[in-house]
């Protein structure tokens, strides 16, 4: 782990090999040729992506779980579960426990479009999902998934201002009420609940969160009050949020599969305790997220670097708070959403520190890479 140089609060922020952050200005990649770790990465989505290209071939079904993957023939698939049957012993698997399924049959472009949309590169996998012909799709599921797919991917562009968010909810909205036997249905219902809270419409976006925890999941109540929180957060209503974010903690603890939601919850708690003036509490829980968030989890690192941030704004301390986002600037772009925001308060604390030049860059790029941002209106 390398330090930032004449910075030794933030002597515990985790940079990938390959990258420094010398004071303030941005980071470059340090060797001159491709990142061994890149190239091995690729080789096994490679592996990945011809192993999977097989099994389709062979009509079998996988379903690729938080841990493990399993193989056979899929019997039924709903909101809450899919079941899936190998050698006549029948399983049924809890959606929040799938990443992906991989359908027998389905074209050989899905899953690599797939791959590339889970990277967060959603306009290369829209033109790759684009590509696939629909009339040579016979099975409902595999079709279920390809509109899914290309749903979230106008979404998140949406999103981070790089779309239409109108359109966008109104995909999610069409999907839902087209799907309503689809495993993908309550993942839809955060991207549009999500959309809404982009369109400051908080009320209708707590509506649709509310359908998660009817689940009567653990995991969904949890991702329910994790997401109501956010909205009262958006709203400026702190208490409310902290009352959600303790209830998701509650909710966390109650099986394996709902503890990956107690980081997140956690983290946003430390935001809005900032933000009621518990600064220094705030600041240390956010730092322990980090320390202990695996360095794969670029969405919730992205995520709790602006945390990081927006702690450090509150305790006045704009040096420290520029160092925060400038990582999301520099380490953690593909966080499209993510970034925008960091970009907004760069653009201001670059201003602040008399780095006019700075600040008119991130202003800039702002405008031009995520043009109907809420951050970009600001």
């Known amino acids: 782990m390398r330090r930032l140089q004449n910075l030794p609060e933030n002597a515990f922020l985790r940079k990938p090999v390959g990258w420094a952050l010398p004071n303030v200005g941005l980071a470059r990649r340090t060797s001159s040729g491709p990142c061994p770790s890149y190239a091995l990465t690729a080789f096994v989505l490679l592996l990945v992506v011809i192993s999977s290209t097989v099994a389709s071939a062979q009509g079998i079904d996988r379903i690729r779980r938080l841990s493990g993957t399993e193989s056979g023939k899929i019997l039924q698939i709903s909101p809450l579960t899919v079941t899936i049957s190998k050698g006549g012993v029948e399983n049924k698997v809890p959606v929040e426990e799938i990443r992906t399924i991989d359908f027998g049959g389905e074209p050989e472009d899905l899953r690599p479009a797939r791959l590339t949309a889970s990277a967060g590169r959603y306009q290369d996998a829209l033109e790759h999902f684009e590509k696939i012909d629909r009339d040579g799709i016979e099975r409902e599921a595999i079709l279920q998934d ?84 956010i909205s009262w957060q958006q709203q400026d209503n702190h208490p409310s949020a902290i009352k959600e974010f303790e209830r998701a903690l509650v909710a966390s603890q109650e099986n394996q599969t709902a503890q990956t939601q107690q980081l997140e919850a956690t983290l946003q708690m430390a935001v809005s305790l900032s933000a009621t003036g518990s600064v220094a509490d705030a600041t240390d829980s956010v730092k322990a997220i980090i320390a202990k968030t695996d360095a794969a989890n670029v969405k919730l690192l992205a995520r709790a670097y602006n945390a990081l941030g927006d702690c450090y704004v509150q305790s006045n301390n704009s040096k420290a708070a520029r160092n925060a986002f400038l990582h999301v600037d520099v380490l953690f772009s593909s966080e499209k959403n993510e970034h925008a925001r960091a970009l907004y308060e760069l653009s201001r604390l670059w201003g602040n520190l008399g780095q006019e030049a700075r600040a008119k860059d991130a202003r800039e790029r702002l405008q031009k890479d995520y043009p109907t941002s809420r951050w970009a209106k600001k």
């Open 146 to 229: 390809l509109d899914y797919w290309k749903m979230v991917c106008h979404v998140q562009l949406a999103l981070s201002g790089q779309g239409n968010l109108n359109r966008a909810a109104e995909e999610a909205t069409s999907f839902l009420s087209k799907n309503r036997r689809s495993y993908h249905v309550p993942e839809t219902i955060e991207l549009l609940g999500r959309a809404l809270m982009a369109m400051n419409n908080g009320e209708a976006a707590r509506i649709q969160f509310a359908k998660l925890e009817k689940a009567k999941s653990p995991y969904y109540t949890a991702r329910s009050a994790i997401l109501t929180g």
